[in-house]
Nanobody, 115 residues
């Protein structure tokens, strides 16, 4: 079993920054597929950024140049640095992991961008 715990969400003004963290515990390979998704009110959940086991990183077009995903394998933690936030980035952000063919989700952390 794998547990994912997110932290770092909150309220930020437009143009501001936040850093989300996702700590994994349990039976998870530190090089497993890790990702961040988000879901705004009334919308479908969407991929924000992902790190493949190979180390390749993918970003959604709407965050390129603003968000950075990274991982600390020693801590089994994935981060999402979010800069130049705008109100359209308001959503619940979910951590995701896939290991041994099983998908896991965190509980989500709310990010609100408002003045």
């Amino acid at each position: 079993q794998v547990q994912l715990v997110e932290s770092g969400g909150g309220l930020v003004q437009p143009g501001g920054s936040l850093r989300l963290s996702c700590a994994a515990s349990g039976s998870i390979d530190s090089f497993s597929y890790r990702a961040w998704h988000r879901q705004a009110a009334g919308k479908q959940r969407e991929l924000v950024a992902a790190i493949l086991p190979s180390g390749v990183i993918n970003y959604a077009n709407f965050v390129k140049g603003r968000f950075t995903i990274s991982r600390d394998n020693a801590k089994n933690t994935v981060y999402l640095q979010m800069n130049s936030l705008n109100p359209e980035d308001t959503a619940v952000y979910y951590c995701f992991a896939r290991t041994s063919g099983v998908d896991y989700w965190g509980q989500g952390t709310q990010v609100t961008v408002a003045s």
